[in-house]
């Protein structure tokens, strides 16, 4: 497999699991109105003050952290910006996991070894 669509399945896997999420939030003001290349100042017009506020750290910008409550349910959920300060990720992570999540996607392949070929098991 090769590294970039290596990377494309591992950040795949860590969201698959929100679908359900984004049915139980998707009445939510961040879920529902947060687009792509919006400004912090509209976010937070939208969303309100986040629980925290950090840096990024495998690309350069900004993340805010919010907690969504529905029904009794909690969640975490991030908008996360670029170096122009514009909307270029939202999920249901913490910015954290969300940096993870692109750390992995950008390790080199190599631990795989030669699982691409026919191996004797």
Known sequence: ???????LVAVLSAVAGCSSDSQVYREQPLVAKVEMGMSKDQVQQIGGKPLSISDRT???GTCFDYM???AGQRHT?????DRTGKV??????????WSRAQQKAREPS???GGM??????
């Open 88 to 97: 270029d990720h939202k999920s249901f992570m913490t910015c954290a996991e």
């Open 58 to 60: 495998v690309e350069p």
């Open 116 to 121: 691409g070929g026919g191996g004797g098991y």
């Open 110 to 112: 190599g631990s795989m």
């Open 68 to 70: 969504l409550t529905q």
């Open 77 to 81: 959920f991030n908008v996360s910006f």
């Open 1 to 7: 497999m090769n590294t970039p669509l290596f990377a």
